[in-house]
């Protein structure tokens, strides 16, 4: 079959895959996999290998990402329920002061979100923005803008959050280099979001007076004991784990005296420090040193989690009051809201085998090659696109490791340039949050703005972020 005639297939099957997603409201899982059967079908794979590939592209990828994604969501779960992640944003507050409440919740957003998803972290940390801002009657959007915005930067560039993690298997990135070259990075993108939110939330703009009331207590007074209303999210998410409704823990979750900062705080860094130490061993250590191994045991992604969510159990739970039944049931309800994005990464895997299978993948990687534009710029603008036209972040980080998979393996790029091709991607699928992401719409409606405003603060801020994540990225190439 010709190069043509594969490449016609390819843009057919990226166009369908739009069209469920956003015009017939399918299912992100359900949509890719259709697509999935019929560019296979299209592309000329014999139908008796077709299940093979199938079972072969879920299999690699949920075999290596299905155990890091729960793991995390399970710490992010004893976390949440323990009163760790409020306590933690309270304890910035006041390490901050009152002048530099703002970028406390930066800080505790950009913390909080390594181990939480976006939409939990917001569910959790919104209503200490909508406190802070009721004592001190400045606009919400002064705390919540750059808090929520450093959230989707990690959510968007950092494992084990999952578009990252499926992103770095598909291509054979280093999930430790990732993280390595991810964090700095990361740091950066969201001190420099929360400078340029500071600019853009000098101007006052228009707010939901229901919200409104809720924040301040009543229109146009101070005082008042306002919750932050409920809200679901619309729209086509990042596999449908999100309930947005803003809740605290129950006293049977926690105890009178919440986890303390340093302890909250160790618990997050813990995996990563693991994962970390495994790399740096790996690339100092002489091969076959006993260290050395024992670090890349215990710095295997997996391993270094599932080491983690043992001390949550025991330093947030069982320390805490917490019995067994008790602890193996938050643990269990971290389970389901993230059964679905495991299936989503999965059926990229099954797209991204498909175009191996069928050749698509070489027809593309012959095309990109043409253009004569970096690898690196080519990731950060396919993931962009693919952010801007069906609004999954997550979606969009699986698709585009499945078109450039065969690119990146022809180019011969090192392990070190596979984690920044990794980043970059991850920039792309930063940016251009707007009105076909269930994100912009929780924040936009929990905040009180209305879709111009949203469009104005929101979906500039991220965009702007995004490319300050793929200029840094840039940066850092000659280097690696």
Known sequence: MSHTTLLTIAVAGVAALLLLILKAKVQPFVALMVISIGVALAAGVPAADLVKTIEDGMGSTLGHIATIIAL????????????????????LIEKFGSRRTPLALTVAGFVLGI???????????MPIAYGVAR????????????????????????????????????IGASQGLVLLMGIPVTAVVVLFGYLVSRRLTRRAYPMDP?????????????????????????GPSDGGHATAVLTKPTPSDTDARPPSFPMVLALI????????????????????????????????????????????????????GWNRAHIAEVMGSALPPVAMVILVAGAGGVF??????????????????????????????????????????TVALITTAGILTPLLHRADLSTGQLSLVALAMGAGALALSHINDAGYWMFTKLAGLDVATGLRTWTVLTTVMGCAGFALTAALWPLV
């Open 115 to 125: 181990p939480v998803f976006f939409e939990v972290g917001l569910i959790i940390l």
């Open 269 to 320: 860094v813990t995996p990563i420090l693991l994962i970390l130490l495994a790399t740096v061993g790996q690339n100092t250590l002489a091969d076959g040193s006993t260290l050395r191994a024992v670090l890349t045991v215990l710095g295997a992604p997996m391993v270094a989690l599932l080491i983690d969510v043992a001390l949550c159990g025991w330093f947030l739970g069982a320390r805490r």
């Open 352 to 393: 991204g085998k498909v175009l191996v299978a069928s050749g698509i993948g070489d027809a593309i990687a012959d095309v990109l090659e043409r253009t004569g534009l970096p690898v690196l710029l080519l990731a950060f603008l396919t993931s962009l696109a693919l952010r801007a036209a069906q609004g999954s972040a």
């Open 72 to 91: 995390g969501a399970m710490i992010g779960r004893i976390i949440e329920l323990s009163g760790g992640a409020h306590a933690f944003a309270h304890s």
């Open 210 to 234: 229901a919200v409104y009331a809720e924040v301040y207590g009543e229109p146009e007074t101070a005082g008042g004991t306002a919750q932050a209303p409920a809200q679901t999210g619309t």
């Open 135 to 170: 004592a001190s009657r400045k606009p919400l959007l002064v705390y919540a803008l750059p808090m929520g915005a450093a959230m989707l930067t990690v959510h968007a560039f950092l494992p084990p959050h999952p578009g990252a993690v499926a992103v770095a298997q598909a």
